[in-house]
């Protein structure tokens, strides 16, 4: 009698294709030499036997699961799997209650928790006695920055280690390795080739999906073949976490360092992403004020204008008035002496409390107010010879204080040199009396 196979066994050949290239070592896993390495962190302890509970943080596709999984095997845990999505307390239950049966027997658990960061605060406390114990040994997988999405408690008890999304090199090897598996190499030129990669955009999965739809057609496959064959993924961009704070940060420091041309490009992926245009309008324009100043007073309007404008076009029109001020912030000149001022005069204005202002400035619209001296002595400015009468504007008692530094950039260096002019005919119309000249006004430190 021969053998037929059972209707229910898996078929090698139906299995999906990044499935069958799982590697069978953690010397195997490409992109994560850094941790997984013998001389890594996780690559000692596997030395050793003795893993630590850890979160392992990356970007999809760059073998959080499969690292888990090689983890159980070569420290000869049981690997429990567990998905935040689907899971909940009850799940967890039974984990813990069938862990403790193993340790008993001298047979420990490695538990893994893919997407560990949707798991609510009552939940992640679940874990605690169980991993405390040493009863598992958690394994979480997270895309989210733990330091946001995990309990304190929690991560106090694991190690965080980040996984690296996959580069071009090794994205190369694991299509070099699909092709060994497939026994021809892929139907794409060159250039097409290298498209593969850009659209994989680091996820090691992504591309192996990718491989398997462009294996079957007819060759040679080109980049406009490639593009009309296969879906482009959505760029990974979570507007609402931290990718969101990492690109305006990029797009602030690229304007604050004068390079258009990387500005550009983080708008761009902003825009491509998802990000709201508004938010990136309110960003800039707070950029205008804060790190252009009056080096170019006409910041301010242009970031002004292109807000207006992206209200009035809206997306992709207006997208273009958003490109056009962020090219000038990054071009235009810098100083952050208005941003410095302001912050100075609140500490001040803090420390001395509720002065009144001197009463030469104050005005007197009733009589009593003028027989108590209220505008007494006020010199209209326009009305004197230089346009400039030097008085005290400051609280009495309160020492005069430069707050105000302008540099010598752009038009700063214009009111610089104002700032002087009328520093020398304060000093020549108010001499102290006894001096020549007044001191330089006392300036406020950081």
């Avoid at 070569?74 to 567990?82: C, M």
């Avoid at 490109?323 to 302001?342: C, D, E, M, N």
Wanted: hydrophobic share 40%; glycine share 8%.
């Amino acid at each position: 009698m021969t053998d037929t196979p059972s209707l229910f066994a898996v078929d090698e050949v139906s299995r999906p294709l990044a499935d069958r290239l799982r590697p069978p070592s953690l010397t195997e896993v490409v992109g994560q030499s850094h941790v997984l390495a013998d001389d890594g962190p996780i690559g000692r302890m596997v030395a050793t036997r003795r893993l630590a509970s850890m979160v392992l943080w990356g970007p999809p596709g760059c073998g959080k699961t499969t690292v888990a999984r090689l983890l159980a095997e070569q420290t000869g845990l049981a690997f429990e799997p567990l998905s935040a999505t689907f899971s909940g307390v009850a799940d967890l239950r039974k984990v813990f209650g069938a862990a403790k049966k193993r340790r008993e027997v001298g047979q420990g658990t490695l538990l893994f928790v893919d997407e560990i960061h949707r798991f609510n605060r009552a939940q992640q406390d679940s874990f605690l006695p169980c991993v405390e114990d040493g009863t598992v040994v958690l394994v979480g997988a997270t895309t989210e920055n733990p330091s946001f999405e995990l309990n304190g408690a929690l991560l106090s008890r694991c190690q965080v280690f980040v996984l690296k999304r996959l580069d071009d090199l090794a994205l190369e090897l694991l299509i070099g390795r699909a092709e060994d598996l497939l026994g021809q190499p892929l139907p794409l030129d060159d250039d097409a080739r290298h498209a593969l990669i850009a659209m994989a955009d680091g996820d090691g999965r992504y591309l192996l999906n990718i491989v398997e739809q462009v294996n079957p057609l007819p060759g040679p496959v080109d980049t406009a073949g490639l593009a009309a064959a296969v879906q482009k993924r959505a760029p990974l961009y979570d507007k609402s976490q931290e990718g969101h704070y990492n690109l305006i940060s990029a797009l602030h420091k690229a304007m604050r360092g004068s390079d258009p041309n990387a500005a550009l490009y983080w708008l761009a992926r902003m825009l491509d992403g998802g990000e709201d245009p508004l938010f990136i309008a309110r960003r800039i324009t707070r950029f205008a004020s804060e790190d252009v100043g009056l080096a170019d007073p006409s910041a301010l309007q242009h970031t002004l204008a292109a807000w207006d404008a992206y209200e009035r076009l809206g997306s992709p029109e207006g997208e273009l008035a958003l490109a056009q001020a962020v090219v000038y912030l990054a071009t235009a000149p810098k100083s952050i002496a208005v941003y410095r001022g302001l912050n100075r005069a609140t500490r001040e204005a803090r420390a001395t409390g509720s002065l009144m202002p001197p009463a030469h400035i104050l005005n007197a619209p009733t009589k009593l107010m003028k027989e108590l001296g209220y505008g007494d002595g006020y010199r209209y400015d326009p009305d004197t010879a230089d346009g400039f009468s030097g008085q005290n504007y400051f609280p009495d008692g309160v020492e005069r204080t430069i707050f105000y530094e302008p540099t010598g950039n752009g038009y700063e260096h214009a009111v610089a040199e104002r700032l002087q002019h009328w520093q020398r005919l304060r000093q020549a119309s108010h001499p102290r009396p006894d001096a020549g000249t007044a001191p330089p006004p006392t300036t406020a430190t950081e």
